[in-house]
């Protein structure tokens, strides 16, 4: 008889109880390691942590950190280029991609959540602070005055970033839906036929317009304005942000693949070159697919 047999032989016998295996991530997705379209991408399971939201009085004990900027967009809307625009700004610090809502905090005894507990502070808390302790070291590091944080996954966690930091400050990116789905599609034909993009993308962009539509003191800007007159609307979000604008944003400098890290955000040779490069062509309205139609509506690219 197994070890394991001899011990739930006894535990039934005294306690009723049974030990069994834990369920094993499924192979070719280990813990931790969804796909970036996947429906398990959306970390609505982190959003679920318990916490509270510190009062504004409350800040300078709580957070570290000071009016942090989110960049809130889709998969593939160019949150990378502007990314490298706002941290060529001497104000501005944007790191590549954190996937700070995969960070997790786990008390393993009862004594430590008991501890933590008496103090006031349950998982949803401590990972607050374990975010704002790392986006803190990484703008002192820098020596610059606000971080700016663009991973695409935010889109599903706005109100917890918002709740975090009271304070946050929220850029809502914009692309062409059927832009947005076409260079998903493009980025793995084969993983991805253009109808599996359709569906991934639709569903980050659903968490943007639901968090745009909820934050009226959010700015908004589009990527096709972005690539068409990059001046004016760095000019526009510096305004916004309260900061000069900074013409350096504008040629923000060539960067090599050591320093743009696939899976942290986009790595190919447009961004690379350090200068905003011309945006694709918009679709024809004969071109747009039924199920994004409502979104061109919704997001002012439909005639």
Not at 14 to 22: D, I, K, N, S, Y
Not at 30 to 58: D, L
Not at 115 to 131: F, K, N, P, T
Not at 252 to 264: D, I, M, N, P, Q
Request: overall charge positive.
């Amino acid at each position: 008889m197994s070890l394991a047999r001899n011990v739930n032989r006894v535990l039934t016998a005294t306690t009723g109880l049974q030990v069994r295996r834990a369920p094993q991530a499924a192979k070719g997705n280990p813990k931790g390691k969804q796909g970036k379209g996947s429906a398990a991408a959306q970390p609505a399971a982190r959003q679920a942590a318990a916490y509270r939201c510190p009062p504004a009085g409350e800040l300078p004990a709580d957070r570290l950190l000071r009016r942090p900027v989110f960049i809130i967009s889709s998969i593939r809307s160019g949150s990378t280029l502007l990314r490298m625009m706002m941290g060529a700004h001497p104000r501005l610090h944007a790191p590549h991609e954190l996937h700070l809502g995969r960070l997790e905090v786990t008390c393993t005894t009862w004594h430590s959540e008991r501890a933590m507990s008496e103090l006031g502070l349950r998982r949803g808390d401590l990972e607050h602070l374990l975010w704002d302790r790392v986006l803190h070291r990484e703008l002192v590091g820098h020596g610059k005055d606000f971080v700016v944080e663009k991973t695409p996954a935010n889109a599903y966690m706005y109100q917890r970033l918002k709740d975090c930091w009271p304070d946050a400050r929220f850029v809502f990116l914009l692309r062409h839906p059927v832009s947005i789905a076409r260079s998903w599609h493009e980025s793995d034909p084969v993983k991805r036929p253009h109808d599996t993009a359709v569906t991934d993308v639709l569903r980050y962009m659903t968490a943007v317009e639901e968090a745009r539509t909820a934050d009226a003191g959010g700015f908004t800007v589009r990527y096709e304005d972005i690539t068409d007159d990059p001046e004016r609307e760095m000019r526009r979000l510096c305004a916004h942000l309260g900061v000069d604008y900074a013409p350096a944003m504008l040629h923000y400098g060539r960067r090599s693949s050591a320093e743009l890290v696939r899976g942290l955000g986009d790595w190919r040779e447009n961004i690379r070159t350090g200068t905003v490069q011309p945006g694709r062509a918009l679709p024809g309205e004969d071109e747009i697919p039924e199920r994004l139609r409502p979104m061109c509506a919704a997001w002012g690219y439909a005639s």
